[in-house]
């Protein structure tokens, strides 16, 4: 069974988080998370390398939680 893009996203993200967080992160700010920008762009660059996912670089400055991360790959 594959996961789709949003999940692989969600996994990505919670591989890095320094705390427990609900089940439901999309709508936590990804600042909110513990995630600073180093680490967000590592995750950004992991996503595409190791499992294909491309965000355009020009809908990242409009991203503020995974929802629109995620609703990004879709624009």
Do not use: W, Y
Not at 7 to 36: C, N, S, W
């Amino acid at each position: 069974m594959s996961l789709s893009p949003a999940e692989i996203i969600r996994t990505e993200f919670r591989k890095m988080l320094r705390q427990d967080f609900p089940a439901e992160i999309d709508d936590i700010p990804i600042a909110d998370m513990g995630v600073d920008s180093l680490d967000f762009f590592e995750v950004i660059l992991r996503l595409e390398e190791a499992h294909g996912i491309v965000i355009p670089i020009e809908k990242l400055d409009s991203v503020v939680t995974l929802r629109d991360l995620i609703a990004a790959l879709d624009a």
